[in-house]
């Protein structure tokens, strides 16, 4: 009388993982404030601070000049705001719930749903405070314009994605070198205060220090997304092939990571840590 009924066919498989997927994207995304309302306010007040920032570092050193020819709100939110939901995919994917985690010991929950909550929660709140900022611009400062809609979206999903990706490994790997992985996260995430291209334009980037930053796929992504964004900027030294393919190839590679750690994980590691 106390065994729940397990789902038999394919589809109500799928069904049964998508409704514990939403509840704990849910408990994500309510994970720093018990209003959800709220968390997405003190998300968007980061994003705005962060923003804010940028314009008065820009405007007080005078390189404002060096922006691309058009809106300079969009010129800023064209690398920031990838920046950031490229940095924070990355953090919260790494840290889901792995196989030792007290949560797994419900029957529902597994590492792949812990994983896609992470995710889709960042997505979400990233996604929704991003629209809001844009709402504000257009109808409180001046009109904005952009370009190309879709393939701007786009290049926003790729660099949420490829920061699922890297902190896909770098869950797969924490449990095997926690104090090593954490360093690398935040290497990662200093080096790409630069390395992301997000300050700068990569057509007006002298030949030696493109092949310094050609590496990374998020200076691809943020370059891409200021071609969709403004008419008038053609990228010559990025293309969105090469994040799209090493997104899943990181992908596949986090993903066997993950099932290797996940079948010879103990939860003593974390008792002797």
């Not at 990233?126 to 701007?152: R, Y």
């Not at 490829?162 to 797969?172: D, T």
């Not at 090493?246 to 750690?261: D, H, K, P, R, S």
Request: glycine share 6%.
């Amino acid at each position: 009388m106390f065994q729940t009924a397990r789902p038999t066919t394919t589809r109500a498989l799928v069904f049964s993982m998508l409704e514990v997927t939403y509840h704990a994207t849910v408990r994500k995304v309510r994970k720093t404030h018990g209003n959800a309302i709220l968390a997405i306010g003190m998300s968007l007040m980061q994003s705005v601070m962060f923003l804010a920032a940028f314009y008065l570092m820009f405007t007080f050193l005078g390189t404002r000049g060096a922006a691309i020819r058009g809106d300079f709100m969009l010129y800023l939110l064209s690398g920031i705001f990838l920046y950031l939901v490229h940095i924070q995919a990355l953090q919260e994917v790494m840290r889901a719930e792995n196989s030792t985690s007290p949560m797994m010991q419900h029957a529902p929950m597994n590492t792949l749903v812990a994983i896609l909550s992470s995710a889709f929660s960042i997505l979400y709140i990233k996604t929704i405070s991003l629209l809001v900022i844009l709402f504000l611009l257009h109808t409180v400062i001046q009109p904005i314009t952009i370009h190309d809609w879709s393939g701007a979206f786009m290049m926003y999903l790729l660099a949420w994605g490829s920061g699922c990706a890297l902190g896909l490994i770098l869950m797969a790997a924490k449990p095997w070198a926690p104090d090593v992985v954490t360093i690398i996260q935040m290497v990662y995430v200093r080096a790409n205060m630069i390395a992301s291209g997000k300050m700068f334009v990569a057509n007006m980037m002298p030949g030696f220090m493109i092949d310094l930053f050609d590496w990374n796929p998020l200076f691809h992504i943020i370059d891409q997304a200021r071609g969709f964004t403004f008419v008038n900027y053609f990228p010559h030294h990025t293309n969105w092939e090469y994040p799209l393919y090493a997104t899943l190839v990181l992908i596949l590679l986090g993903m066997m990571g993950e099932f290797y750690t996940r079948k010879r994980a103990s939860a003593s590691w974390d008792a002797a840590r």
